[in-house]
């Protein structure tokens, strides 16, 4: 090439740059942008083919799984399921049938179950009456403890019992006894009962 | 349901302190049981002694001796069965019991005590019985001086139950009219 030919390059090439510059100051980009169809251009990129360029192992390593979770409101995600949906595309009875309920028995403690239930209170809330009138219990004890002899007892005590009843309220009555009175001996109590009640407000 | 209790219906009165008039029907009971098995011990005595010597004896014949073998008897029998387990005879019938005033059971030297103080309660025109009815424990001269006092001892609960399972026995009408 001739040097007249190499100096014709050199300016044409400066040319070229001082116009490409104007050119781009000229441009107004938001404009330029504002005028683009990003809905086309993405339907003309080929999501498949990018996808497959990206390597999912570094993206996933760069992401701080920890801080993403700390982000997320469990309870949001909760509420927006739909828990009876849910419970009722379960099979409950394949479920189930699946279970080994004996190994699973076998791993209850009982003894420790046995331990926390309140054996007291339970008591407490079976009507013992209801169950001796009403089953056959009722009829044994009967026919095992009940005689003339303790049936007489039971009653002549019953009697003696009711009179001191009497006597002990009208006695309290006339002297002004209130509030709680001891029932009895403090080591007899203790083992049977509770200093809870005075003699003129126990019932018969 | 939970009302349906012993406890609150006020049926287990073992360990709670006897009233006045379950102890003197006690008492009765036991001063005709005394006196029944005193004229007991002396009748045999005479027919014994009348069997030995050839001669019919009468009680009346011979009245100090009598009147000391009364003296002894009533307080050995009082004294022995307190001594044996707290009760006597009438006790027993009335489910009551002799402990001591903490709740223990009484030995012979409460029970000997006892038994020593107890005429004294009863001749002082009464006084000394007064406490059983006006006291809160209900204990008398003779409790106090042997540092006794008198509890139920029957098992009101079971009587309970008895009661319960013989109503469960009747035909339902029968049940309900009675209860």
């Known amino acids: 090439m001739s040097p007249s030919a190499n100096a014709f390059d050199r300016m044409a090439q400066r040319v070229a740059e001082l116009v490409v510059a104007r050119v781009v100051e000229a441009i107004d980009v938001n404009a330029l942008l504002a005028k683009v169809d990003v809905n086309e251009l993405i339907q003309r990129v080929d999501v498949d083919e990018l996808v497959a360029k990206v390597d999912m192992d570094q993206l996933v390593e760069r992401i701080d799984v920890k801080h993403l979770v700390d982000r997320m409101d469990p309870q949001a995600i909760v509420e927006k399921i739909d828990v009876d949906a ?54 044994i004890i009967a026919r095992s403890t009940s005689s003339v ?12 019992v009711g009179l001191d009843d009497f006597t002990g309220r009208w006695v309290n009555k006339l002297l002004r006894r209130k509030g709680e009175l001891p029932l009895g001996p403090p080591l007899l109590l203790g083992a049977s009962g509770e200093l809870t009640q005075g003699q003129g407000s126990v019932e018969a | ?17 006897a009233g006045a008039i379950s102890r003197l029907l006690a008492f009765l009971v036991d001063m005709a049981i005394a006196w029944g098995a005193l004229i007991l011990i002396l009748l045999t005595i005479s027919i014994a002694a009348a069997l030995i010597t050839g001669h019919a004896y009468r009680v009346t014949q011979f009245r100090a001796a009598g009147l000391v073998v009364t003296c002894l008897w009533y307080p050995i029998y009082f004294a022995y069965q307190w001594g044996l387990g707290g009760k006597t005879l009438g006790m027993a019938v009335f489910g009551l019991r002799v402990v001591t005033s903490e709740g223990r059971p009484i030995d012979n030297r409460h029970a000997w005590l006892r038994t020593l103080i107890l005429p004294i309660s009863i001749a002082l025109f009464g006084l000394g019985l007064l406490g059983i009815v006006f006291r809160v424990d209900h204990r008398g001269w003779h409790d106090r001086v042997a540092k006794t006092c008198v509890v139920y001892d029957w098992d009101a609960f079971g009587a309970r139950l008895r009661w319960l399972a013989r109503q469960g026995e009747l035909p339902p009408g029968a049940a309900a009219v009675r209860r």
Request: aromatic fraction near 2%.
């Open chain 1, 86 to 139: 849910l419970v009722s595309r379960v099979d409950i009875q394949k479920l189930v049938d699946r279970v080994d309920v004996n190994e699973l028995v076998a791993k209850v403690d009982v003894n420790e179950l046995v331990d926390r239930v309140d054996i007291p209170e339970l008591v407490e809330k079976v009507d013992i009456d209801t169950i001796i009138e009403k089953t056959e219990l009722g009829s």
């Open chain 2, 1 to 17: 349901m939970a009302n349906a209790t012993p406890r609150r219906n006020g049926i287990t009165r073992q360990g709670h302190y």
């Open chain 1, 149 to 160: 002899v303790s049936e007489g007892l039971d009653l002549v005590r019953s009697q003696g």
